[in-house]
């Protein structure tokens, strides 16, 4: 349906567009923009659940409930759409016309670095981690504040860039034209998803499905 394509589009603009727009924020350190980023996942997971939008915000989770065996292929098909073409143009559009921001130097977009089998696995384990704390602890607020420890503390401690949201990985690669990467580190994004949604169908997860 086309809501749906719509509805990914949005939403998933949003997020990748909020933590695109945080690289351009002088914030005193990384503490505190790690807070805002918890306090924005908490909002718009607020805002989510209020209108009832049933969206996944990552085709990382598409692909996840869809080997599980919860989201029917041309369902999962629709969603990628909106996540993968929708969302990251629309944001090209909406930063092009107001903020002319179109080069790396100007967004803060997570671009991984390393050997081919560096980039795969940390964006996988990354991703998969990610999507346990979403699907297996049973709380929004710990896979909130869970993601952000993975994607803001403990990656950079490992000098890797984790975007753990191949939506997030697209966009980066249409602004900055580093698509070896980028591809590599879908490649371990979607795999994780893959790998989880089978691990999920042994063990049903905690949290309802999207």
Not at 91 to 103: N, R
Not at 110 to 126: C, D, L, R
Not at 143 to 163: E, K, N, Q
Not at 189 to 196: P, R
């Amino acid at each position: 349906m086309l809501g749906t394509v719509i509805a990914e589009s949005v939403f998933t603009a949003i997020l990748v567009g909020f933590f695109s727009v945080m690289g351009l924020l002088p914030w005193p350190n990384a503490t505190s923009a790690n807070i805002a980023a918890v306090v924005f996942l908490r909002l718009l997971g607020v805002t989510l659940d209020r209108l009832q939008a049933g969206v996944h915000l990552s085709p990382a989770v598409t692909i996840m409930l869809t080997t599980s065996g919860r989201v029917p292929a041309g369902e999962c098909v629709q969603r990628l759409i909106g996540q993968l073409v929708g969302a990251p143009f629309l944001l090209l559009f909406v930063l092009h016309t107001l903020a002319g921001k179109t080069t790396l130097g100007d967004l803060g977009l997570p671009i991984p670095s390393g050997g081919a089998p560096w980039i795969v696995a940390i964006e996988g384990a990354a991703t998969f981690c990610l999507l346990m704390l979403i699907f297996k602890s049973g709380s929004s607020l710990a896979a909130d504040v869970g993601g952000t420890v993975i994607g803001g503390v403990l990656c950079p401690r490992l000098s890797f860039a984790a975007s753990m949201n191949p939506a997030m990985t697209t966009f980066a690669a249409l602004v900055t034209g580093t698509s070896t990467a980028t591809s590599l580190a879908l490649v371990g994004s979607l795999t994780a998803g893959v790998a989880f949604g089978l691990m999920d169908r042994q063990g049903p997860s905690k949290l309802k499905q999207a």
